[in-house]
């Protein structure tokens, strides 16, 4: 009798189990991998200093706790950016993480040669991923490969935190694909320099031909062709970038955490999404 009731819980437990994720993915949720990622979250800030930067770590700490799919460590500084074993210490080093988070950094890094080294090797050599949050493109001037890494260095912010209307150029990209073909963020919005679409995948723009270009000094790109997130590949690592998440306010917006959610899944590898560069549309 044991042996019968024992049978009939393990059938009506898997029942119920088969019943439970096909109403999960029904609903569309994220089914956790089966072994977690761990992501490095940093922000630290050798310039100007973001308000936002707390905001962008909760909510990125809050996407892997909450889904199961990511543990996130929280950092202000850059030490654990290092394959050096730290022996005397309980810490993590990037042979533990599965990508990297820049969130809002400015200025030149805490980063001496071998850690640069480290990182770059993270990324290039392992296949690890990077997500650049904003400021990360406000950093690291003196240091060429990360601006080849990254897509560029920013270059003024001409006009400010604005209404933007903004186009999407990649739909199919897990990303961005939530957005409409066309909508409007309040946000400052980066100008990049050293930056191409010959080398990057541009996922969302600026329209152009919305833009107030009358009296401003700051306007630099005369091709009109302001990028507000890309991806592409570093060697064998992924990497996204995008301007938004300037404001405090950015970060209690669903599309814009969704856009991050989506970006950190993107380059660890759980979906899939092109770097192929392609030109500016109507060009």
């Given amino acids: 009798m044991k042996h019968i009731r024992s049978v009939v819980f393990l059938a009506v437990f898997a029942a119920s189990l088969v019943s439970f994720l096909h109403v999960r993915r029904a ?12 992501v490095l979250v940093v922000s630290e800030t050798k310039g100007f200093e973001h308000d936002s930067i707390p905001d962008a770590m909760a909510n990125i700490w809050k996407m892997g706790h909450d889904t199961g799919l990511w ?26 993480f599965d990508a990297l988070v820049f969130a809002s950094t400015t200025g030149e890094l805490d980063l001496d040669d071998s850690q640069k080294q480290d990182m770059m090797s993270f990324i290039k050599d392992d296949g690890k991923g990077f997500v650049g949050v904003h400021a990360a493109l406000d950093t690291n001037y003196k240091w060429p490969e990360y601006g080849e ?24 990209f897990p990303a961005v694909r939530h957005f409409p073909k066309e909508f409007v963020k309040r946000d400052e ?17 600026l329209d152009a031909k919305k ?23 570093y060697g064998k690592g992924r990497v996204f970038y995008s301007t938004l998440g300037h404001t405090k306010e950015a970060w209690d917006d669903p ?9 950190i899944k993107w380059v660890l590898g759980m979906t899939e999404g092109s770097t192929t560069p392609h030109p500016q549309p109507g060009m």
């Fill in 27 to 38: 609903k569309g949720q994220t089914m956790p991998p089966k072994h977690i990622a761990h």
């Fill in 71 to 96: 543990e996130a460590t929280l950092r202000t500084d850059t030490e654990l950016i290092t394959k050096k074993d730290i022996k005397d210490r309980n810490v993590k080093t990037l042979n533990y």
């Fill in 149 to 172: 890494m990254i897509g560029g260095w920013f270059d003024q912010h001409p006009w400010f935190t604005f209404d933007a209307p903004i186009v999407v150029e990649d739909p199919n």
């Fill in 189 to 205: 919005i980066y100008q990049a320099k050293s930056w191409s679409r010959d080398k990057v995948n541009v996922l969302l723009r």
């Fill in 211 to 233: 833009l107030d270009y009358e009296n401003n000094p700051r306007i630099h790109r005369t091709d009109h062709d302001f990028a507000v997130a890309w991806s592409k590949m």
């Fill in 255 to 263: 599309d814009i955490q969704k856009m991050y959610f989506e970006a």
